[in-house]
Nanobody, 128 residues
Framework: QVQLVESGGGSVQAGGSLRLSCAASGATDRVACMAWFRQAPGKEREGVARISTSGGTQYYADSVKGRFTISQDSAKKSVWLQMNSLSPEDTAMYYC?????????????????????RGQGTQVTVSS
């Protein structure tokens, strides 16, 4: 089992930055892909960024490209999401997820509940 705990959320004004952290514990050596998702009020949960734990290949949703950066530590114990140039449209609950399969980082289907391990979320609120 892998446990994921998110932190770093909060309130920020438009144009500001936040850095989210996801601390992983347990059988982290089995994790092949880690990802961030978000869910805004009244909207479906969507993938934001994902990173392969071997090689570090990253993938971003179009809505955050050039503004968000996903990174990880070499021991696969943590993954971060650096969020810059935030706008009110980025307001959401942000969730961390991890999967044992490399396909979770390369497949076309990017679904939170398909990941093996999932965190409880951290709230990000961006005011105009």
């Amino acid at each position: 089992q892998v446990q994921l705990v998110e932190s770093g959320g909060g309130s920020v004004q438009a144009g500001g930055s936040l850095r989210l952290s996801c601390a992983a514990s347990g059988a982290t050596d089995r994790v092949a892909c880690m990802a961030w998702f978000r869910q805004a009020p009244g909207k479906e949960r969507e993938g934001v960024a994902r990173i392969s734990t071997s090689g570090g290949t990253q993938y971003y949703a179009d809505s955050v490209k050039g503004r968000f950066t996903i990174s990880q530590d070499s021991a696969k114990k943590s993954v971060w999401l650096q969020m810059n140039s935030l706008s009110p449209e980025d307001t959401a609950m942000y969730y961390c997820a991890a999967d044992r399969s490399k396909a979770a980082c390369t497949g076309g289907t990017w679904t939170f509940f398909a990941y093996n391990y999932r965190g409880q979320g951290t709230q990000v609120t961006v005011s105009s």
